[in-house]
DNA sequence: GGTTAGGTTGGTCTA
DNA sequence: TTAGACCAACCTAAC
């Protein structure tokens, strides 16, 4: 046994199985091993994140706590109430550290953090040992080194990368045995309370029920005793979801249907799977195990993969990427190792040379200085605003686009096909609204919130990266019928039209008020009323979708037409309105106001902290100022924000220090 | 370099 | 019921 007093500290792996960190760790036989994880501001504060996803990751904690306690009655997951950068250099000291060990991350947040960290573990003598990044099949560096330094924008891209790389690692085994512990006694050092970013704002805040105390009770928690917080210390009402996190849920259940189900597994095609499927659902459901390393995208592949060469070898059918289970974790990659090469503008637009520019509605507000987007949005219409506020709460009038937006907040999760359906509406298929929007919404909502996917499926669907077919248009009605003519999905998730018969279930506008009173429903209004006397109220839809199609295949085309990216000139200085006629589609009113989101729409702003207030109309630009040209943040001094690229640990990056 | 085929997963009509 | 043609027309990679 050496002398190594090892700290290994959990972040995007949290798991047992398979990790290369751990077994790195594991290699020092150190005397001591601390397990611990970081309870970050980030998270707590500075991310978009309900009380589904947190209580996911919660239930990951516990779960990689109660493996480690099974390993080694002494030991379990350390929860320490304070960021790492400012706690990891008082606790190298206090417990005496040799040894810092960690996974890599190619995420920016992380990269910038963890650069901070181990200039301090240098500075206190303590070895620092990144492993190896096992979160995609291969390291998101090299596929960019191996694609020319450049983003991978297409599958081939991706799998040509690949290819290079090399063959993707073999898992490894749990450990089976561990080192304890050694003291955990925190008397010699204070807990620095992290602090709420001024200009930034507590994020999280519109989730809370309660105030958030998970760092009132010093380092160790409440009882002393390093405890995982709870959603009532976080202040956040009960989980609706009823998907639990967990490393030994997903080992389980994944063991269970590739024994059972083997030739479901080796045939899957992504492409024929139901949207409109539910308890149980029509795919795997591993992304938000993937998302917080509960389970490793490797030990998946290669437990589909060999199931798949057995088939092969006795002559069986199998699936092929890209529309088998190993497909999708390869379309996984290439949106890491985009994001890897492209950086924080990969999550915007405005200054993203890989991103089409499109003068959507609702444009993010920008900081000319950063080149980064701020967290707001301009509401350039307040019609628009409208739109958006009933897209995200499900009540459009399109029953298949609300049914989804349903499920999606209440579950924490949709099918794939289904997030194409509600992607393609809000922005170049109904409302033309920004895919920034939508993204945002994504983030707060699906427990299996992934930054690098979250934004490629966004971007890709609204046909500004990755993808360009834009006049493959999904419809609300007929793409839903195709997978559910009963409309089974829609009763269950908006029940107030379980009753009507399934010719109008669709379309619950063309049912006659006669269909209508039988079926205990009334079709009317703009969703702002629940009930009218007593009777459940189901609103018409928001537009007659077919001219709003067209009038989006206009635009799209017009702005194909006109070829900008994000990177480009006019894109930067806000000179492209120039190029968009006054009476197109977006925000264009020729050379007035600045880039999306610069201001001089004289429409109103909203932060993206702030809750848009539900069935209130905004109140209405009284003609667009022709006045101010001069970008707003040219005034204001726009603050910092680096959209959704901690995966784990916040969308923002701290300010500099003074 | 010009041409062509392919591109994760559309909609609608007809045979 | 299902398979194929056509819709209108994008980009990129391969030859």
């Keep these: 046994m050496s002398k190594a007093r090892v700290l290994y500290w959990f972040r995007t792996d949290l798991r047992l199985h398979d990790s290369p960190a751990l077994a790195a760790a594991l290699a020092l036989q150190p005397s001591v091993l601390y397990p611990i994880w970081c309870w970050d501001s980030h998270y707590v504060y500075h991310s978009r994140v309900g009380p589904n996803r947190w209580q996911f990751l919660l239930d990951c904690l516990e779960d990689v706590s109660s493996s480690l306690t099974t390993l080694n009655p002494a030991s379990k997951l350390l929860v320490l109430r304070e960021p790492a950068v400012t706690l990891l250099p008082k606790l190298f000291k206090e417990w005496g550290i040799t ?33 190896p990044q096992s979160r995609t099949l291969w390291d998101s560096e090299d596929v960019v080194k191996a694609n020319g330094g450049k983003p991978t924008m297409s599958i081939t891209q991706l799998q040509a990368a690949g290819k290079k790389v090399g063959p993707i690692p073999r898992p490894i085994e749990a450990p089976t045995s561990l080192s304890g512990p050694g003291e955990t006694g925190l008397a010699g050092i204070s807990q620095t309370r992290p602090v709420v970013e001024e200009g930034v704002g507590d994020i999280n805040a519109k989730y809370r029920s309660s105030s958030e105390t998970s760092y009132t009770s010093g380092l160790a928690g409440p009882n002393n005793d390093f405890s995982i917080p709870t959603l009532e210390e976080l202040g956040m009402p009960p989980a609706t979801t009823t998907i639990r996190g967990g490393e030994s849920v997903i080992l389980s259940r994944l063991s269970r249907i590739l024994a059972d189900e083997e030739e479901w597994a080796a045939t899957f095609e992504k492409p024929k799977t139901s949207p409109a499927a539910f308890e149980p659902q029509s795919t795997f459901l591993t992304s938000p195990y993937l998302h917080f390393g509960a389970l490793s995208a490797r030990y ?66 920008v900081d000319t200085t950063t080149g980064l987007v701020t967290g707001g949005y301009e509401v350039d219409s307040a019609v628009k605003e409208q739109e958006f506020i009933r897209w995200r709460e499900g009540r459009t009038g399109f029953p298949w686009i609300d049914a989804i937006m349903r499920q999606l907040k209440y579950e924490g999760w949709i099918h794939h096909l ?34 690098a996917c979250n934004i490629g499926n966004w971007q890709w669907l609204s046909c500004t ?32 039209l379980r009753h009507l018969p399934k010719k109008y279930i669709y379309e619950p506008h063309k049912a006659p008020l006669k269909d209508q009173r039988e079926a205990g429903v009334m079709i009317k209004g703009d969703g702002t009323e629940a009930d009218f006397n007593g009777i459940p109220v189901y609103p018409k839809p928001m537009f007659d979708f077919a001219t709003q199609r067209d009038i989006c295949l206009e635009g799209m085309k017009n702005a194909f037409k006109v070829g900008l990216h994000g990177d480009h000139a006019k894109v930067l200085d806000g000179t492209w309105k120039e190029l968009f006629a006054d009476g197109g589609e977006g925000p264009t009113e020729g050379g007035v106001g600045g880039p999306g989101g610069m201001g001089g729409f004289g429409g109103e702003d909203r932060e993206d902290h702030e809750e848009p207030a539900a069935g209130v109309t905004p109140k209405r630009s009284s003609g667009r100022s022709k006045a101010s040209t001069a970008p707003e943040s040219a005034k204001k001094g726009g603050r910092k924000r680096e959209h959704s690229q901690g995966t784990l640990d916040g969308a923002f990056v701290k300010k500099a220090k003074s």
Aim: aromatic share 16%; glycine share 6%.
């Design 99 to 131: 040894h810092l060990v960690f996974e890599k991350d190619t995420d920016s947040y992380a990269q910038a953090r963890d650069k901070e960290v181990v200039a301090s573990a240098r500075q206190c003598g303590v070895e620092v040992v990144v492993g």
């Design 300 to 365: 998946f592949y290669h437990s589909v993969e060999d199931i798949v060469e057995k088939r092969r070898a006795e002559k069986k059918a199998v699936s092929t990427p890209p529309v088998s289970l190993t497909g999708q974790l390869l379309f996984r990659d290439m949106y890491f190792a985009a994001q890897s090469a492209i950086g924080y503008p990969f999550g915007q637009t405005y200054n993203n040379a890989h991103c089409r520019f499109i003068p959507w509605h609702l444009p993010s507000k």
């Design 418 to 451: 289904a997030r194409h359906a509600v992607a393609c509406f809000l922005t170049r298929g109904g409302c033309y609204i920004s895919w920034e929007r939508g993204a945002e919404v994504f983030e707060e909502w699906l427990v299996d919130h992934e930054a």
């Design 465 to 496: 990266a990755f993808y360009s077919m834009f006049y493959r248009c999904y419809s609300p009605v007929a793409f839903g019928k195709k997978w559910d003519d009963n409309g089974t999905y829609i009763r269950k998730y908006c029940p107030e």
